[in-house]
């Protein structure tokens, strides 16, 4: 299974969140790399074994899919927070299309995987919905606050 990017929420500053998980492809660091080479700010990682009821609540969106019950047995490794302004929307990009046949090179998706049902990376689909999901994965206390040195050379 992989690794999957969660979400975000919008920040009392503008700025956002997203997380992912979904780490069980060879590819961790270059995946983590590609987030913080654009810019945004590490704000929580960790690795685990997802329970069953995490990943179906996560995915609860999609339980009438008949790919369903594959999804949730791929989720299996550890969420990552990501925070930016637009962060939803620009990680969504670094991404790529949910079905890598239709990922460009460069993205997450066109360089490392093949088929949806490995499709390596999650990524929130909104800020709110990225809120909800970094209220499933993490609890309170494990998200780090603090702010890269470089960010004035980052956002104005
Ligand atoms: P995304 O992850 O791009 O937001 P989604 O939310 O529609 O896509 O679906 C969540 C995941 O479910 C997706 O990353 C992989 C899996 N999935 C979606 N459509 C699929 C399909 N037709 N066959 C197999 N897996 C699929
Ligand atoms: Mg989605």
């Known amino acids: 299974s992989g690794a999957r990017l969660l979400s975000y929420g919008r920040r009392p500053n503008g700025q ?7 780490l069980t492809v060879n ?7 590609r987030f913080e080479r654009k810019g945004f700010a590490l704000k929580g990682l960790k690795l685990f074994q997802t329970p069953q009821d995490l990943a179906e609540e996560h995915y609860s969106e999609l339980k009438e899919r008949p790919f369903f019950p594959a999804l949730v047995k791929y989720i299996v490794s550890g969420p990552v927070v990501w925070e930016g302004p637009g962060v939803v929307a620009s990680a969504r990009k670094l991404i790529g299309a949910t079905n890598p046949l239709n990922a460009e090179p460069g993205t997450i998706r066109g360089d490392f995987a093949i088929v949806s049902g490995r499709n390596v990376v999650h990524g929130s689909d909104s ?29 104005e």
């Open 27 to 33: 590819a961790v660091g270059d995946i983590i790399s």
């Open 127 to 155: 800020p709110a919905n990225g809120e909800r999901e970094i209220a499933l994965w993490f609890k309170e206390g494990e998200l780090v606050d603090w702010e890269p040195t470089v960010l004035p050379w980052v956002l």
């Open 16 to 22: 956002q969140r997203i997380s992912s998980s979904r």
